[in-house]
């Protein structure tokens, strides 16, 4: 059985099926900050997200990040990687990307173990 979390018109913010949790791409909030502060919105999203699904970020499986400048590599691997739990540091591909709204510089896609 497949549960959906927040289920809108064009999408859900989160599907569990068979034990793993599938998340949206996660954007900031408040576009207006640099892309560290960015970083961190969205992180905290995922962490929410995954705290709903009963798992957590060292259980995620897969992580896929969209800059939109690549510019802001090094300012986001530093949020990331201290955001991380020590010795759980996911598979992860980073590429630049056009984003839906000219004011958000990162988007994060999460898949993660479910406990």
């Given at each position: 059985m497949i549960?959906?979390?927040?289920?809108g018109?064009?999408?859900?913010e989160?599907?569990?099926?068979?034990?793993?949790?599938?998340?949206?791409?996660?954007?900031?909030?408040?576009?207006?900050?640099?892309?560290?502060?960015?970083?961190?919105?969205?992180?905290?999203?995922i962490?929410?997200?995954?705290?709903r699904?009963?798992?957590?970020?060292?259980r995620i499986?897969?992580?896929?990040?969209?800059?939109?400048?690549?510019?802001?590599?090094?300012?986001?691997?530093?949020?990331?990687?201290?955001?991380?739990?020590?010795?759980?540091?996911?598979?992860?591909?980073?590429?630049?990307?056009?984003?839906?709204?000219p004011?958000?510089?990162?988007e994060?896609v999460?898949?993660?173990?479910v406990?």
């Open positions: 549960k959906r979390f927040d289920v018109p064009r999408l859900s989160m599907s569990i099926f068979k034990g793993v949790a599938y998340l949206a791409g996660q954007v900031p909030d408040d576009a207006t900050a640099d892309i560290a502060g960015q970083t961190r919105q969205v992180l905290a999203a962490d929410a997200l995954l705290s699904a009963g798992s957590d970020k060292s499986l897969m992580a896929q990040i969209f800059l939109v400048d690549l510019a802001d590599f090094a300012a986001m691997n530093a949020v990331w990687e201290a955001w991380l739990p020590a010795g759980d540091a996911p598979p992860r591909a980073t590429v630049q990307a056009n984003l839906a709204k004011e958000w510089k990162i994060i999460v898949t993660a173990a406990a």
